[in-house]
């Protein structure tokens, strides 16, 4: 699948020395760019890293986002100490591309079936789930998270809407209710 620049971020790390802190060492960090998917693949991927949801709103160690990034990245054989050159505003840029909703879509007085919501854990393979419920193309998994979340959103909503009953056979079903229950308890009203 050729990768779509317009729902990847590139990040370029120039060549330089490092410290890494884990290591505990200084690193030589070669020029290298790398282009980041967040999309379900990458999340996947962090999911089975560390056996935990990545989508719980619980706060990400430094450590557990910078793997996320390294999920995220396409090229194959990145090497580790690339990524201790990335800088502070490469981290900001990341973030936001991350928060970015890649959508015009919005969503007006629209809540989500919370019951579900609320009970279930949201993995990665919840949203394979849902993209199969919703007959999503599998090649959605790898575009923008935010995107795929939005069209699984606007299809339940569209399932929802298509489910309900029209007001006119409501009206119909009603009639008939109370026509067996006067005709049952022989009454007028």
């Not at 981290?91 to 629209?110: E, L, S, V």
């Not at 949201?122 to 998994?141: K, L, S």
């Not at 935010?146 to 309900?164: E, F, G, H, S, Y």
């Amino acid at each position: 699948m050729p990768i779509d620049p317009c729902i990847t971020l590139k990040i370029h790390i120039p060549e330089s020395e490092g410290w890494n802190e884990s290591q505990e060492r200084f690193v030589y960090i070669q020029d290298t760019t790398i282009t980041l998917e967040h999309s379900l693949v990458s999340v996947a991927k962090w999911e089975a890293r560390h056996k935990k949801p990545f989508l719980d709103r619980k706060p990400k160690t430094d450590d557990e986002m910078l793997d996320y990034i390294k999920c995220m990245t396409i090229e194959p054989d990145i090497p580790d100490n690339s990524y201790v050159g990335l800088t502070a505003e490469d981290i900001k840029q990341i973030n936001a591309y991350i928060n970015d909703p890649m959508t015009g879509t919005t969503f007006y007085n629209w809540k989500p079936n919370k019951t579900r919501r609320n009970i279930e854990i949201e993995t990665a393979e919840v949203i394979y789930w849902e993209m199969i419920q919703c007959e999503i193309p599998i090649e959605w998994e790898h575009r923008h998270f935010n995107q795929l979340r939005t069209l699984i959103q606007v299809c339940m909503l569209k399932n929802q809407k298509n489910d309900a009953m029209p007001a006119s056979e409501i009206r119909k079903m009603n009639h008939e209710l109370n026509a067996a229950r006067r005709a049952k308890y022989h009454s007028k009203g």
